[in-house]
């Protein structure tokens, strides 16, 4: 459902997506991983249709973001980071609204907004401004709108960042339960979140992959905890762009 | 273009959920209330009553239009709402057409209030109704430009303040260069500079009366210019 290959992304002379490729398969939960700043929003962007790759070729659910990006569009839900919102709207005129524009149809736009809702577990904030809501509350309701039209792709930029234990457990529920015939790329640094529930992980750092396995298998390879995979993953591409730089400068 | 009745809609509750819509509706109501009043009182004739009403319309439009379009963009761009939007299956010259088409109604609810002036002069007096509809015409296509010129600048930064600044820096500037040329300067430069200036496409012939073609291709040609210069100004902004 989503292939891209030696996607590549540079403001200026800075690189902050280098030669990624990667696939993701229909059904598949896969967690995107890495430290903050190594390039994973970027990734995420390019695939949505929102910022073009430099280079390197893209394929989302068989279309290409830059010059089919309406189809791109039609077919992926994404939840943006900082989960942007109209703040001065009601939680239901704004799922409405973004229904609407997603070309949910006017007879099933009610069903599916009460749906969605529901599950997500906003029911009680629908007729409340989305402006005076929690953090917790409002990346739920970003989350109802990335589902509204049940696309077949979801791509979700740190979903869980914010909400309480309690919330964070639905969520991930879930997201599980989402697998069954949908297309989920989620990024995150909550390593227990990926333990639990992405059977694959992409490991992203300074703008390169380092890793692209099933969880069991990464943490054979490494260590028993993801934590450990982690660090040691990029702590690694660090290091070594950290020599390349200091034999750059003797050079 | 089957989002833009969606996109319009959400762009007017935007406006009016706001208080800002309000008082400036407001403010603009009493304030060409007390315009029409004044010429009113002081002028015998009928036909230069409304005209000259619609022409100080004009002004008021110059300092208020700054005000109704800098939302447009800098708010998506500021709180980031720009991504969920332009990650919904709508082009971005929808986007910015609806957004155009906002803040032309909300021009339209500027001036409907001063119809009820016109209707007042046609029950009590006998006016021209040939200028009466020039000038509407005119203030329409002036406000019309104004706005897009607003749309521009919203599309350009990133807060509400710097749109509005750079829009008002942008209708001054246009509008003295009409003002400083001397009335018999014939060269290029002059010329060019009193062709720019949109109070010379308004004042001597909307208001008079006339309809010039000249004057019509003016409005509608930069209008669609700035809508253009906006559709590539916001998707190249996402780009970088």
Request: aromatic content about 8%; hydrophobic content about 45%; some cysteine.
């Amino acid at each position: 459902m989503i292939e891209d290959e030696h996607l590549t992304k540079r403001y200026g002379s800075i690189v902050a997506v280098d030669d990624v490729s990667f696939r993701v398969e229909k059904g598949e939960v896969v967690g995107f991983l890495g430290p903050n700043g190594a390039g994973k929003t970027t990734v995420m962007r390019m695939l949505t249709a929102f910022l073009p790759a430099t280079s390197g070729k893209v394929r989302v659910a068989g279309f290409d973001p830059f010059w089919e990006s309406l189809q791109v569009r039609r077919n992926v839900g994404y939840l943006p980071e900082n989960v942007p919102l109209y703040r001065e709207l009601r939680v239901n005129e704004y799922l409405f609204h973004r229904a609407r524009l997603k070309g949910v149809a006017a007879c099933e736009r009610k069903r599916r907004i009460g749906e969605v809702i529901e599950r997500c577990g906003i029911t009680e904030v629908t007729h409340r401004v989305i402006g005076q809501l929690s953090k917790g509350y409002r990346q739920r309701v970003g989350l109802a709108d990335a589902l509204v039209n049940d696309p077949p792709i979801l791509i979700l930029d740190e979903p869980t960042v914010g909400l309480d234990p309690n919330q964070v457990r639905l969520v991930r529920e879930m997201i599980s339960a989402l697998g069954q015939g949908h297309t989920v790329l989620l990024s995150t640094h909550i390593l227990s979140e990926v333990d639990m529930i992405c059977p694959r992980v992409i490991v992203i750092s300074d703008g390169r992959i380092v890793a692209d396995d099933t969880r069991e298998s990464l943490k054979g390879r490494i260590g028993p905890a993801l934590e450990d995979v982690f660090v040691k993953l990029t702590r690694t591409a660090d290091v070594v762009g950290h020599e390349k730089q200091a034999a750059e400068a003797q050079a | 273009m089957r989002n833009v009745a969606a996109l319009t809609k959400r762009e007017l509750v935007a406006y009016f959920l706001s208080p800002m819509a309000y008082i400036i509706l407001t403010v603009f109501a009493v304030v060409v209330g007390l315009v029409f009043y004044e010429v009113l009182t002081r002028s015998l004739r009928p036909n230069i009553t409304m005209t000259q009403t619609i022409g100080l319309a004009g002004y008021l439009l110059l300092s208020v239009s700054p005000m109704i379009t800098m939302r447009l963009f800098a708010d998506e761009f500021d709180s980031g709402t720009i991504e969920t939007l332009m990650t919904a299956p709508v082009t971005t010259l929808e986007v910015v057409l609806s957004k155009y088409l906002a803040s032309l109604l909300f021009l339209v609810a500027f001036l409907a209030p001063t119809i009820l002036f016109a209707i007042v002069l046609f029950i009590f007096d006998d006016p021209d109704p040939g200028p009466i509809l020039s000038s509407y015409l005119g203030v329409f296509l002036l406000g019309s430009l104004f706005l897009a010129i607003g749309m521009v600048a919203s599309a350009c930064v990133r807060t509400q303040i710097t749109a509005a600044v750079l829009t008002y820096m942008i209708l001054l500037g246009l509008f003295f260069q009409g003002l400083m040329v001397p009335e018999d300067a014939v060269d290029a430069v002059s010329k060019v500079r009193r062709y720019i200036s949109f109070w010379n496409h308004f004042d001597d012939t909307f208001l008079k009366g006339i309809i010039d073609t000249r004057d019509v291709v003016y409005f509608l040609t930069s209008t669609a210019f700035c809508i253009f210069l906006t559709t590539v100004t916001v998707t190249v902004r996402r780009w970088r």
